[in-house]
């Protein structure tokens, strides 16, 4: 875990060193964004016989800063939203692909013509909608109790605010420019809550649903996070972006790094249509003792809000 957190933080400092510093003088508010459907299908007739199963899916991603500067004053908002869904032929449910809502602010104050301020961040994510775990049941006849077939059972284990995670907390900010940033807290306070239905069930063990007591619907830590964002164009009309969040807990586990980055590589066809590359990696052991891994890859509609290109 250490190797991988050591490595990630290796890569967003190098991809930083080529980013383009800017050049506008900004005062006042500045927003821009963009909002994107992304698509991706496979499909296969009867008579296909290399194997494979019709499938679509969608995802609509919103992606919107709002900056404020005036001064030796900075104030930076970013507001990423991410649905998507997949229906596979014959399974009885259509499922999510990715479900991502999230907040990050950051104040800072300069320190005289430096790229560093003192600095109170904000981080608040959850999903929108509820989350499942499949699995297979038996079909059984009522009169004879034979098997007569296998169902699809869902179990419903997350939804909207369970979980949702609270940050806030003072530290220093290092700002290159809107597109190269890094803050550090060393005194973070972090607020998880969940819906207490879940740790209320029979047999429930303490610290088993995102590290909440049985009963209980929040969890408060304390410790310390790293929170970067680094945005540069490869090559023409080739852009990436990252964004890194980590965490520690002082009060349990300390050694244990919570860690959350996203790598988005977009590839401009033309002002409308991108082709766009989606990675993200998290480990959390309060959630789960290993990665979580998501990638989406499709070619979708893209607009640009309020550009400043």
């Keep these: ?63 919107y800063d709002l900056n404020y500067k005036k001064g030796d004053l900075t104030w930076d908002n970013k507001f990423i939203a991410d649905f998507g869904l997949t229906k596979v032929k014959d399974q009885e449910f259509t499922r999510k692909t990715n479900d991502r809502l999230e907040i990050n602010s950051i104040l800072g104050k300069q320190l005289q013509e430096s790229n560093w301020y003192y600095s109170f961040f904000l981080n608040f994510r959850t999903q929108f909608a509820k989350g499942y775990e499949y699995s297979e049941a038996d079909v059984i006849d009522p009169i004879t109790n ?19 995670y609270l940050q806030a907390g003072p530290g220093m900010l290092w700002k290159k420019s809107d ?51 680094a945005s540069f164009e490869l090559v023409k009309n080739v852009s990436l972006d990252n964004i890194l969040s980590l965490y520690t807990n002082y009060l349990e586990d300390p050694q244990n790094v919570d860690l959350d980055y996203t790598a988005t590589l977009n590839m401009k066809i033309n002002d409308y249509l991108t082709t766009s590359f989606i990675f993200q990696a998290i480990y959390d052991d309060n959630a789960i003792s290993g990665f979580q891994i998501r990638e989406v890859l499709g070619v979708g509609f893209t607009y640009k809000l309020n550009p400043q290109e």
């Design 1 to 63: 875990m250490k190797k991988i957190t050591i490595t990630l933080l290796l890569l967003l400092i190098a991809q930083m060193g080529f980013a383009q510093e800017e050049n506008q003088e900004q005062s006042g508010w500045l927003g821009t964004g963009t909002l994107s459907l992304l698509f991706n299908q496979a499909a296969f007739n009867a008579e296909w016989q290399g194997g494979g199963t019709s499938n679509y899916a969608g995802s609509l991603n919103f992606n």
């Design 146 to 164: 034979d098997v007569i077939g296998v169902e699809t059972v869902r179990t419903e284990t997350t939804h909207f605010l369970s979980p949702g």
């Design 179 to 229: 597109k190269i940033k890094v803050n550090i807290a060393p005194a973070t306070a972090r607020l998880i809550f969940v819906d207490d239905a879940f740790t209320s069930v029979a047999g429930y063990t303490d610290g088993g649903y995102f590290g909440v007591d049985q009963g209980e619907s929040t969890r408060f830590e304390f410790g310390a996070s790293l929170n970067a964002f």
